[in-house]
Nanobody, 124 residues
């Protein structure tokens, strides 16, 4: 069984930076492609960023490209989302998702394993 746990959310001010972490606990030898998504109430889940299982490829949503960066530490099955120059429009619950395929993938249906989400709130 694969467990995905996000951490690092919180309340920040406009212009601040924040780093989210995603820990994946599964088969010891497995490596997972990871995606980050975000969601606000009454809207669909929005693609934020994704990284391939070895970290060689990354993809970003248009709303965050140039401000956010995704990276990974494969020895620990940890993935990070560095978010810079945050604004109120970035306020959402951020979800980490994983798949045992190579990736990166932009669509929620491409991921089998999901975390519970971490709230990011950006005040103006």
């Amino acid at each position: 069984q694969v467990h995905v746990v996000e951490s690092g959310g919180g309340l920040v001010r406009t212009g601040d930076s924040l780093t989210l972490s995603c820990a994946i606990a599964g088969r010891a030898t497995a490596t997972y492609a990871v995606g980050w998504f975000r969601q606000v109430p009454s809207t669909e889940r929005e693609f934020v960023a994704a990284i391939s299982w070895r970290g060689g490829k990354a993809a970003y949503g248009s709303a965050v490209e140039g401000r956010f960066a995704v990276s990974r530490e494969n020895t620990e099955n940890l993935v990070y989302l560095r978010m810079n120059n945050l604004g109120p429009e970035d306020t959402a619950v951020y979800y980490c998702a994983a798949t045992s395929r190579s990736g990166p993938f932009r669509w929620p249906h491409d991921y089998e394993y999901w975390g519970q989400g971490t709230q990011v709130t950006v005040s103006s």
